[in-house]
């Protein structure tokens, strides 16, 4: 089982579509934009101008050469954070642990940050196996619940 980390491309999009549409994973992730995409044109066109943003680095992760998800770095409020998504298929293997520690090898900025969802207990075991630690939490507005649930922040110093 050979997992690594490609560059997205805009051909990458509509497996990743077809990723963001499932409500299990929505409500997981919880912070989400505020609307599913309307339609896969809509969604292209918000990802391709993010091809086009030098503050964001975005990863197909591929297991065997088949995507099963993506991880980046984005910078939230000019701080640098990280993402990542899992095909519901391939939780709970390792996979998404170990596409954390390849792109923050590829990331060199220090320190990062991650948020996650208080419940999302598999997200927060990604984290702290990568060394992230938990520094803070907050009440945000989570719109794939519809609600305000606590945001649990972490933090990589090295």
């Known amino acids: 089982m050979k997992i690594s980390l490609r560059t997205m491309t805009k051909e990458d999009l509509p497996i990743f579509y077809s990723w963001q549409l ?24 918000k990802w391709e101008q993010r091809f086009d943003d030098s503050t964001i680095n975005a990863y197909v992760i591929t297991l065997d050469e088949k995507s099963v998800g993506m991880v980046g770095k984005y910078e939230q409020d000019e701080l640098p954070e990280i993402t990542y998504w899992i ?6 293997q390792g996979i998404t642990t170990e596409a954390v520690r390849l792109l923050i090898e590829k990331i060199k ?34 719109s794939a619940r519809q609600n305000e649930i606590t945001e ?3 933090k990589l110093e090295k």
């Open 22 to 45: 499932d409500e299990s994973s929505r409500f997981q992730a919880a912070f989400m934009p505020e609307e599913k995409p309307e339609s896969f044109d809509e969604f292209s066109k």
């Open 152 to 154: 649990c922040i972490y």
């Open 109 to 142: 900025i220090r320190p990062i940050f991650a948020s996650v969802a208080f419940d999302n207990i598999a997200s927060k075991r990604v984290l702290e196996k990568n060394g992230f630690v938990s520094t803070d939490s907050l009440m945000s507005y989570a």
């Open 87 to 92: 095909d519901r298929a391939f939780a709970d």
